[in-house]
């Protein structure tokens, strides 16, 4: 039986979005945060769709939006997640922490310490993000 005030290990990674990948320009968008001890893993996304615009006024919200979302989705499973809905946590988290060259990129996972994993997506999107 696990004790009350025992923390446990997880892990998380920023979602950059990079309009034009040639200049190399990004913004953080949402996070990723998977516990295994939980088997838990959720997405957190929001969008500054100025900022995104000030770094490139022709750049595809919707196109972004419905990126973020899809990641979303993932973490969710069931049938917004596709073929991923009859994976593991796990396996959804690491595919979708996998290096990719699209719009929509995770950064590099860190690792964290929590009593809460259902809480930290929510405190990591507002530290980081908005």
């Not at 979602?15 to 968008?29: C, F």
């Not at 990641?71 to 499973?77: D, Q, T």
Request: proline fraction near 5%.
């Amino acid at each position: 039986m696990r004790d009350a005030k025992e923390r446990d290990v997880f892990e998380y990674a920023l979602l950059r979005v990079v309009p034009r990948v040639e200049r190399g320009e990004q913004i953080n968008a949402g996070v990723v945060v998977y516990c295994q001890a939980r088997s838990f893993v959720e997405a957190r996304v929001h969008l500054d769709e100025a900022r995104l615009l000030a770094l490139d006024p022709a750049a595809d919200v919707a196109g972004v939006w419905a990126a973020l979302r899809a990641v979303e989705g993932v973490c969710a499973g069931g049938e917004r997640a596709g073929q991923a809905a009859c994976d593991d946590a796990g396996r959804r988290f690491r595919w979708l922490i996998a290096p990719r060259s699209t719009v929509v990129q995770p950064g590099p996972v860190h690792t964290g310490l929590t009593l809460d994993p259902r809480g930290e997506p929510e405190r990591l999107l507002d530290l980081l993000v908005r």
